[in-house]
């Protein structure tokens, strides 16, 4: 790879780098949180998606660290497709959080309807 394709790799990394420590941390309080959620019997089965997208964030991090210093586009591309997994992740979440919150308020909605029907 010729210097100005290393350079144009540097400028375009260069925001994830800066931002290396907030992905890191990030990651590990997510690995964390996955690790104390572990620690109820409910908890076991949601576990490892926190954890999973912690390890994802934390490669994403190092490899953004490795564009940076070497320019090398195999670790751009693979810092990208961790940071697309990570919000893959969380896209996929918030979509089953969400279905389960309008469920919630259906399920709740019915509920208060039926109780206000046997009393009027």
Do not use: C
């Not at 089965?45 to 564009?67: E, F, H, S, Y």
Request: charged share 10%.
């Amino acid at each position: 790879m010729d210097h100005n394709s290393q350079e144009l790799l540097r400028d375009l990394i260069e925001p994830l780098y800066r931002g290396k420590f907030w992905m890191q941390l990030t990651g590990v309080m997510l690995i964390l949180s996955g690790i104390l959620t572990a620690l109820s019997i409910v908890g076991l089965v949601v576990a490892w998606i926190p954890i999973w997208a912690g390890w994802v964030l934390m490669q994403a991090a190092g490899a953004a660290g490795r564009v940076f210093e070497s320019g090398d586009a195999r670790d751009m591309k693979f810092a990208l497709g961790k940071l697309k997994t990570y919000f893959t992740i969380f896209g996929v979440l918030i979509l089953i959080y969400l279905a389960i919150a309008v469920g919630g308020m259906l399920f709740g909605a019915v509920g208060m309807m039926g109780m206000m029907g046997g009393h009027m």
